[in-house]
């Protein structure tokens, strides 16, 4: 087994429960030889590798995945000396089943069943989607009467739902195993019964990659996109998200085609719209807004720059009866606000969920700048005693610094603000003490005066 040695001090991170070790916190690299160890440069490591990592002391850190092409030279995926194999993946796989089941009904309710570092499987995120082929809910729609749908309908109608996996591969070591992971993920699935359930989550119907954002670049790794097991619907799927049904396209949207873990907090955000002027700006395929306009809203705006993101904005609001009451715009969020101040337009709910202004903490400080502006012309916009719900999911932004951002935002805008909340994402993306990059999205509630 390969050892590595870290610089003298390097430990204490590790210690504290982060599972990366960075490039340049490595002092030497030891692979066995007869008789002891041989040094060993990184470029002689194919990637992928696993690795024993000591501190300078030999104190034993844990066990992780080797990159000599990555920043992060090796991510620890156990604290002890634990094989990969099939049945190590099976062992997580259902251990992180376990720790959703009290929030989740997953024979109902799609989840992330895999978070990465934070399930104890660096670089490997797994979204499990419930529901039915969007064809036939159509089909149902075109028979009905008009209503929303609701999951006891659908079931009813179109039998038990089915489910789908979206799949990402981020990090060097779990893309080598990737075949032994897929076959290790339909063998728990299939068998596992969750406690009272009756019946076991079952295969899905279809796994889809999107193994395609910067973090496979930075891996030294291609991206890589389509279906690797089953089949998908070509119209997308049909699910429910808090009791409200949506149209998910697996295979061209957004990450794994759905921001599940903004649920909750669309929940909470859809408290505040009963009989108001709502703006959602960044809609993407329409969450906040429908949850808005089921809620009560007397009008809901949803913003997005994409022209097909907005299709999904209004099959949303016809599933949900909306339509009526929510109004896709697209254009650019920033030039948009502008336009809305100068129109003297005021809402007394607006909702800020942008993409990632910073992608890494060399830059933070101009995403800071594009946070500031978008809150700030936001604030302007609020009606007296209006409530502003503003998110980023830049986990290189912290939560200090996303709070003074928005007080520098409400002073620039001559606004006083009263926090009401602040939470952080779904428990289906658990935040590990110790690794501060799985707490990332930030979502704040905020009243002006």
Request: hydrophobic share 40%; net charge neutral.
């Amino acid at each position: 087994m390969i050892r590595i040695i870290l610089k003298p001090g390097e430990e204490r991170r590790i210690l504290a429960g982060h599972p990366w070790v960075y490039d340049n916190e490595v002092a030497r690299i030891l692979t066995p030889v007869p008789g002891g160890f041989s040094s060993l440069n990184p470029e002689e490591l194919e990637g992928g590798e696993l690795a024993d990592v000591e501190s300078s002391g030999k104190t034993y850190l844990g066990r992780g995945f080797v990159n000599p092409r990555s920043k992060i030279f090796v991510r620890i995926y156990s604290p002890s000396k634990e094989g990969v194999d099939k049945g190590f993946f099976k062992g997580r796989f259902r251990a992180a089943l376990a720790r959703r089941l009290p929030k989740y009904d997953l024979l109902r309710e799609s989840a992330r069943i895999v978070f990465g570092e934070a399930d104890f499987l660096p670089g490997l995120i797994l979204d499990r989607f419930v529901g039915w082929p969007g064809e036939a809910v159509m089909r149902l729609l075109g028979e009905g009467s008009g209503e929303p749908l609701s999951f006891e309908k659908t079931e009813a109608a179109l039998g038990p739902p089915l489910s789908w996996i979206g799949i990402q591969f981020l990090a060097r070591g779990i893309d080598k195993r990737r075949e032994e992971i897929l076959a290790a993920l339909e063998e728990v699935l299939e068998g596992y019964v969750p406690a009272g359930a009756g019946r076991p989550l079952g295969l899905p119907a279809g796994i889809v990659e999107k193994s395609a954002p910067r973090a496979r670049e930075l891996e030294g790794l291609p991206p890589r996109e389509g279906l690797v097991r089953g089949s998908l619907p070509a119209g997308g799927i049909l699910i429910f998200e808090n009791g409200l049904p949506f149209m998910v396209p697996l295979e061209g949207g957004h990450k794994t085609g759905h921001y599940l873990d903004q649920r909750e907090n669309r929940l909470r955000a859809a408290a505040f719209a009963p009989g108001g002027r709502v703006l959602d700006c960044c809609s993407y395929t329409g969450g906040f807004a429908v949850h808005a306009a089921r809620s009560g809203a007397f009008s809901v705006i949803a913003l997005d720059e994409s022209a097909e993101a907005l299709k999904m904005v209004r099959e949303n609001a016809r599933l949900n009866g909306a339509e009526d009451r929510v109004t896709p715009v697209a254009g650019d969020v920033f030039e948009l606000l502008r336009s809305y101040d100068r129109a003297k337009e005021r809402f007394d709910l607006i909702i800020l969920d942008p993409p990632a202004f910073a992608k890494s903490r060399s830059a933070l400080e101009g995403a800071l700048r594009g946070y500031k502006e978008i809150n700030l012309r936001a604030i302007k916009l609020l009606s007296p005693g209006g409530v502003l719900v503003s998110c980023s999911c830049s986990q290189a932004l912290p939560e200090s610094r996303f709070k003074a951002m928005i007080a520098e935002a409400a002073a620039d805008a001559e606004r006083r603000l009263i926090q009401l909340d602040f939470c952080y994402q779904g428990p289906d993306h658990p935040i590990l003490l110790g690794y501060d990059e799985s707490l990332y999205l930030k979502c704040g509630y905020y009243r002006a005066l």
